[in-house]
């Protein structure tokens, strides 16, 4: 079975710190995704890479970074939380470019910023 | 206007229902995606398809790329299909889900 992993379940953060988010997939998966999820908004794009140090922007990018050193590894960095940034974090992979590919999501990551 | 809409936006059924639900979208796609996202959060991939109609036990998927829209069938609904369902095109853009209830 995939096994997409994130680094915490729960996070708690105060406004202006620097978080990070990991996340890892176990099946050498070539794509992954961040989205963040949010009452009324449901589930918005905000980075994926389809390799290793390559990186594309989704609808929300503002704010955030990504970082992918290694191919089963993908993190989101928050340069400098705020509170807007309170929300459930999901990552997900699929096995490659194509659009069909079935995608595998991780557990979430609800991170609050005070 | 979102990309991809989806209706209703809650749904209450009786076990046993057959259930609908739908998602249209204004621009092209080269896949569609149903998801399942449990209380809890865990979203698991149900279907993806770009054309026809696929099915799994009893959830079956359909989309009319000419008219731009899909539907999620689930027959024999039970009260474990309850959940949150949600439609997205191409992995970039989703709808924001529907809440189905099915009580026993």
């Known amino acids: 079975d995939v096994k997409v992993t994130q680094s915490s379940r729960y996070l708690v953060k105060r406004t202006g710190e620097k978080v990070f988010l990991e996340c890892v997939q176990d099946?050498?998966?070539?794509?992954m995704f961040w989205y963040r999820q949010d009452p009324g908004l449901g589930l918005r794009l905000i980075y994926f890479s389809y390799d290793v140090k390559m990186k594309e922007k989704g609808d929300i990018p503002e704010g955030y970074s990504v970082s992918r050193e290694k191919k089963e590894r993908f993190s989101l960095i928050l340069e400098s939380a705020s509170t807007n940034q309170t929300s459930m974090y999901l990552c997900a992979s699929s096995l490659s470019g194509g659009w069909g590919d079935t995608q595998y999501f991780g557990p979430g990551t609800r991170l609050t910023v005070l | 206007k979102n990309e991809v809409e989806q209706s209703p936006q809650n749904l209450t059924a009786q076990e046993g229902e057959f259930i609908t639900i739908n998602c249209s979208y204004s621009v092209g796609i080269s896949a569609l995606h149903w998801l399942q996202q449990h209380p809890g959060g865990g979203i698991v991939s149900l279907f993806m398809l770009s054309s026809g109609k696929k099915k799994h036990g009893r959830l079956i998927a359909t989309i009319n790329i000419q008219e731009k829209h899909s539907s999620l069938h689930i027959t024999a609904s039970h009260p474990r299909d309850s959940a949150v369902y949600i439609c997205?095109?191409?992995?970039?853009?989703f709808g924001e889900g529907t809440q189905l209830t099915v009580n026993p």
């Open positions: 997205g095109r191409s992995r970039l853009t």
């Open positions: 099946m050498d998966h070539e794509n």
